[in-house]
């Protein structure tokens, strides 16, 4: 396994829907309450007219609503029970880059990692039927 003590850190948020097949993302150099407000706000320019996204959160400190968070609102936030990554599709994605894209790797510089990032992204992106697959789970899907 590649090994490095340096430490530079960017942040992927990113959010598919599956259905479409299509997905948002940003990356930042840190990632908290303000940075959320503004992936929400990017996804929001992604929600087909007339549509509402529901935009699964867990337990991460930047999830929590605590009146800091700005939910446009063409967005509806459902929060999950604690300790239920299962039941949040983007995990499968996050482990999906990981293994696919962004391991055992490492970087020369922050630029280097932001670039990865977005290659990364770009290419989940790029394959509807990828994000379909990855996204989807029969046995959590509401119909109406």
Known sequence: MV????H???YLF???CPARGVG???ITPTANTEMMNLHLAEISTQVAKDAIAVVTCDGAGWHQQGGALVVPDNIVLLHLPPYSPELNPMENVWDYLRQNKLCA???DNYDAI????KTAWN???AD???IKSIGTREWACVSL
Not at 114 to 117: G, S
């Open 24 to 26: 948002a993302a940003m």
């Open 105 to 107: 790797r490492v970087w």
């Open 8 to 10: 530079d850190n960017a």
């Open 3 to 6: 090994r490095d003590n340096r």
């Open 114 to 117: 932001v670039d990865a990032c």
């Open 123 to 125: 290419w989940l992106i």
């Open 14 to 16: 990113g959010a598919i």
């Open 128 to 130: 509807p039927n990828r």
